[in-house]
C-alpha cells in the first residue's frame, strides 16, 4: 500500500468527514479509496462500450398502459442473448416493478435499457452497471 499526502480545503475536509461518519468508515484513508475507486469507473475506456458487462435494469412501470405487458415482455424475447433473469413484483393493483439482469456488450446492454425505460407507461427506470472480474481476470 502506498502512503500519499493530500491538501483538501476546509469545505470539502467537512463534507469527507461527514461522509466517513455517515458511511461507518473507521479512517479517512477508508472513504477516500472508495471515492476514488467510483470515480475511476466513472471514467470511460475507448473500448468500454463493446466490452461485456453485467447490469441490473430496474424498472416500474402500470401495467394497464395498453399493450405495455406485452411489449415489454417480447422486447425481452427479441433480446434473449442479453437477459438472463427477470424478477416482477406487484406493487399494487395497477403498478408493477421489474428487475432484469443482462449480460452483453454494454452499448447493446444499455441501448436495451434505455428502449425499456422509454416506453410509454414506464414511470421510472435505472440501469445499474455492476464492475465485475471473471476468476481468470477478463471482465465480465
Do not use: W
Request: with cysteine; aromatic share 4%; glycine share 6%.
Amino acid at each position: 500500500m502506498q502512503r500519499t499526502t493530500v491538501t483538501i480545503d476546509d469545505e470539502l475536509m467537512s463534507a469527507l468527514d461527514r461522509y466517513m461518519k455517515a458511511g461507518g468508515h473507521q479512517n479517512r484513508s477508508e472513504p477516500v479509496r472508495d471515492l476514488v475507486r467510483a470515480g475511476l469507473l466513472k471514467e470511460r475506456k475507448a473500448d468500454e462500450d463493446a466490452r461485456n458487462s453485467l447490469a441490473a435494469l430496474v424498472y416500474v412501470y402500470d401495467h394497464k398502459t395498453r399493450q405495455l405487458s406485452r411489449k415489454l415482455v417480447h422486447d425481452h424475447h427479441a433480446h434473449l442473448e442479453l437477459t438472463l433473469a427477470t424478477l416482477h413484483v406487484h406493487l399494487d393493483a395497477v403498478t408493477c416493478l421489474e428487475v432484469s439482469v443482462l449480460k452483453g456488450p454494454k452499448s447493446e446492454v444499455e441501448n436495451f435499457a434505455n428502449h425499456l425505460i422509454g416506453e410509454r407507461g414506464v414511470r421510472y427506470g435505472r440501469l445499474i452497471v455492476v464492475p465485475a472480474e471473471l476468476a481468470d481476470g477478463e471482465r465480465v
